[in-house]
């Protein structure tokens, strides 16, 4: 059986930067692997064509193709091995690789460490349960994208959009350049889960309306959608009778919520994370199957690909070491959860033996807007780090860095905990 | 009297509250709101002469798998010309290989902004 030091799965930006890091710190460019299923390397930056990428990276705000295309030269330069068109079918316990290729057949590979970075699918209608026919013209935005930016088509003329994250905004002032006309766009919560800026950019620019606590109750048409019911919704997100209105329309977007894409995670039987939808990880990154590491959207969802980057870095290191160096003695592993307030904390674990310095930092997500709360970090119920935080919301992640303090009690305890007060 | 008009920042993704306030005859008194300079004159250009990059693509020919090439302009353009500056780049088509940062179509609009070409494409192998 074939062996490579490094196997990534997934070539895009949490792909191309692992490899790129696993190559720095010493992994010859011939034994790292990388398998993208689509045909070429960039992942989904591919069809964000708008500007806002690279801020932290680069100083500057880049497309996505811009900002994976850097990437994809850089693998390129260091001679990294990638193979596009494969599609990973099965990892196991031992790291054997299956994966299919046009080119290359059925292959199994062995390898000394395995990243995961396949990133995150759209959430769909089905998982939201609207009534209704099932004509054509429902779509999530990001399969809206692909259609206008890679392939040119323009999926409708008339449209409603259901959410209000970051890609139903850019997709709303998408199809506005490209002629269509955006009726409105819907939001189930009282605020918005998309970034201030891309409301005045993407919807105010072209004064579409958006109408918070509002959702599409019904689907009308029978061959292509002619037009939904939108009604108001209570503070419970249930409808409120008489508040419905019907909306002519052939095309309603879906943005909705972004899930990790983990089927190969769970087929291996990794531990996954209930609230991220993505594995438990420690702070090398490192899965509950020593030697897999995973970083990315396939971990948990991101905002901005700057720390998708930084975070493939991390993973992209440890699993260097890990070909060196082989498992770590199994040391003490300390938990990690979020309270009063916060959803959820990655990693789900620290491994008190393992690399503990001021760059570790705790990654989570508040359940509620909030504005001018402490935020806790405390070891075994002993506050270590206390951060005031002006304003707080879902759609933001959040971080608190490691100091000395917290890094001594953390050596020594035996749980952590992160709360706002 | 005085008004206050309100706007989102957009340069960067904070998306700070800015404030501006005018007087009577039009003029800008105060500007407040903003975490940095850049915001500022962001508040200032919005109330005098609002401009926006423009990101959209163009027809590729030439290519292996791409039919449509992710371009950008290389600085700002008025607001009240994108329709117009889409129209005129809805004819344009680009001819594969092509290369990341390549002027596309020199100051296209008579603003002294070019379209930059964003990615990279090798031309197709069966010609």
Same mark, same amino acid.
């Given at each position: 059986?074939?062996?490579?030091?490094?196997?990534?799965?997934?070539?895009?930006?949490?792909?191309?930067?692992?490899?790129?890091?696993?190559?720095?710190?010493?992994?010859?460019?011939?034994?790292?692997?990388?398998?993208?299923?689509?045909?070429?390397? *960039?992942?989904?930056?591919?069809?964000?064509?708008?500007?806002?990428?690279?801020?932290?990276?680069?100083?500057?705000?880049?497309?996505?193709?811009?900002?994976?295309?850097?990437?994809?030269?850089?693998?390129?330069?260091r001679?990294? +091995?990638?193979?596009?068109?494969?599609?990973?079918?099965?990892?196991?316990?031992?790291?054997?690789?299956?994966?299919?290729?046009?080119?290359?057949?059925?292959?199994?590979?062995?390898?000394?460490?395995?990243?995961?970075?396949?990133?995150?699918?759209?959430?769909?209608?089905?998982?939201?349960?609207?009534a209704?026919?099932?004509?054509? +013209?429902?779509?999530?935005?990001?399969?809206?994208?692909?259609?206008?930016?890679?392939?040119?088509?323009?999926?409708?003329?008339? !449209?409603?959009?259901?959410?209000?994250?970051?890609?139903?905004?850019?997709?709303?002032?998408?199809m506005?350049?490209?002629?269509?006309?955006?009726?409105?766009?819907?939001e189930?919560?009282?605020?918005?889960?998309?970034?201030?800026? #891309?409301?005045?950019?993407?919807?105010?620019?072209?004064?579409?309306?958006?109408?918070?606590?509002h959702?599409?109750?019904?689907?009308?048409?029978?061959?292509?959608?002619?037009?939904?019911?939108?009604?108001?919704?209570?503070?419970?997100?249930?409808?409120?009778?008489?508040?419905e209105?019907?909306?002519?329309?052939?095309?309603?977007?879906?943005?909705?919520?972004l899930?990790?894409?983990?089927?190969?995670?769970k087929?291996?039987?990794?531990?996954?994370?209930?609230? /991220?939808?993505?594995?438990?990880?420690?702070?090398?990154?490192?899965?509950?199957?020593?030697?897999?590491?995973?970083?990315?959207?396939?971990?948990?969802?991101?905002?901005?690909?700057?720390?998708?980057?930084?975070?493939?870095?991390?993973?992209?290191?440890?699993?260097?070491?890990?070909?060196?160096? *082989?498992?770590?003695?199994?040391?003490?592993?300390?938990?990690?959860?979020?309270?009063?307030?916060?959803?959820?904390?990655?990693?789900?674990?620290?491994?008190?033996?393992?690399?503990?310095? /001021?760059? /570790?930092?705790?990654?989570?997500?508040?359940?509620?807007?909030?504005?001018?709360?402490?935020?806790?970090?405390?070891?075994?119920?002993?506050?270590?780090?206390?951060?005031?935080?002006?304003?707080?919301?879902?759609?933001?992640?959040?971080?608190?860095?490691?100091?000395?303090?917290?890094?001594?009690?953390?050596?020594?305890?035996?749980?952590?905990?992160?709360?706002?007060? | 009297?005085?008004?206050?008009?309100?706007?989102?920042?957009?340069?960067?993704?904070?998306?700070?509250?800015?404030?501006?306030?005018?007087?009577?005859? +039009?003029?800008?008194?105060?500007?407040?709101?903003?975490t940095?300079?850049?915001g500022?004159?962001?508040?200032?250009?919005?109330?005098?002469?609002?401009?926006?990059?423009?990101?959209?693509?163009?027809?590729?020919?030439?290519?292996?798998?791409?039919?449509?090439?992710?371009?950008?302009?290389? +600085?700002?353009?008025?607001?009240?010309?994108?329709?117009?500056?889409?129209?005129?780049?809805?004819?344009? /088509? !680009?001819?594969?290989?092509?290369?990341?940062?390549?002027?596309?179509?020199?100051?296209?609009?008579?603003e002294?902004? #070019?379209?930059?070409?964003?990615?990279?494409?090798?031309?197709?192998?069966?010609?």
């Open positions: 059986m074939d062996f490579k030091k490094i196997i990534i799965v997934g070539g895009g930006p949490a792909g191309l930067a692992a490899a790129i890091e696993a190559n720095r710190c010493g992994i010859a460019p011939k034994d790292i692997l990388i398998l993208e299923r689509d045909r070429e390397l *960039g992942g989904i930056l591919n069809q964000c064509i708008h500007a806002g990428f690279g801020l932290h990276m680069f100083g500057e705000e880049l497309t996505g193709p811009e900002y994976a295309g850097r990437f994809i030269d850089e693998v390129r330069a001679g990294i +091995g990638y193979l596009c068109d494969a599609m990973v079918l099965s990892i196991s316990a031992e790291r054997e690789v299956a994966f299919v290729s046009p080119t290359e057949g059925f292959c199994r590979v062995k390898a000394g460490a395995i990243v995961l970075a396949m990133g995150c699918r759209e959430r769909t209608r089905g998982a939201l349960n609207i209704g026919s099932r004509p054509a +013209g429902i779509y999530s935005a990001g399969t809206a994208q692909r259609y206008v930016n890679i392939n040119g088509y323009l999926p409708g003329k008339r !449209v409603v959009i259901l959410g209000s994250g970051d890609i139903g905004l850019i997709m709303a002032r998408r506005t350049l490209e002629g269509a006309k955006v009726l409105r766009v819907c189930l919560m009282p605020y918005s889960g998309g970034l201030p800026r #891309n409301i005045a950019q993407c919807l105010d620019d072209f004064d579409i309306p958006l109408y918070l606590s959702t599409v109750t019904g689907i009308h048409g029978k061959e292509r959608l002619e037009g939904v019911t939108v009604a108001k919704v209570d503070d419970d997100r249930r409808p409120i009778p008489g508040t209105e019907y909306i002519e329309c052939d095309t309603l977007l879906l943005s909705v919520g899930l990790p894409e983990n089927e190969l995670t087929e291996a039987g990794i531990v996954l994370d209930r609230i /991220t939808g993505g594995a438990q990880v420690d702070q090398s990154m490192q899965t509950s199957m020593p030697g897999v590491f995973a970083c990315g959207n396939v971990l948990h969802v991101h905002d901005l690909v700057d720390f998708v980057t930084k975070e493939a870095y991390r993973a992209g290191a440890s699993a260097a070491r890990f070909t060196a160096e *082989g498992a770590a003695p199994a040391g003490k592993m300390l938990p990690t959860a979020g309270k009063s307030g916060v959803r959820y904390v990655m990693p789900q674990k620290l491994d008190a033996n393992g690399t503990l310095d /001021t760059d /570790t930092a705790l990654f989570f997500r508040v359940d509620n807007i909030y504005r001018d709360k402490y935020v806790v970090l405390s070891v075994d119920g002993v506050e270590v780090i206390r951060t005031k935080k002006r304003f707080l919301e879902p759609g933001q992640m959040e971080t608190v860095k490691l100091n000395d303090t917290a890094i001594a009690a953390i050596r020594a305890g035996s749980a952590v905990t992160v709360s706002l007060e | 009297m005085s008004t206050v008009i309100r706007k989102t920042c957009i340069v960067c993704p904070l998306g700070c509250h800015l404030e501006a306030e005018l007087a009577d005859d +039009g003029q800008i008194l105060l500007v407040r709101g903003n940095c300079r850049r500022e004159s962001y508040m200032r250009d919005e109330l005098t002469d609002p401009r926006r990059t423009l990101t959209t693509t163009v027809r590729l020919v030439g290519a292996e798998n791409d039919a449509y090439l992710p371009v950008k302009t290389d +600085g700002t353009i008025p607001k009240g010309r994108l329709f117009e500056a889409m129209k005129v780049l809805s004819g344009i /088509t !680009v001819t594969a290989p092509v290369v990341r940062g390549d002027v596309i179509c020199e100051d296209f609009l008579g002294g902004v #070019n379209l930059v070409a964003g990615k990279t494409v090798e031309a197709s192998s069966c010609g």
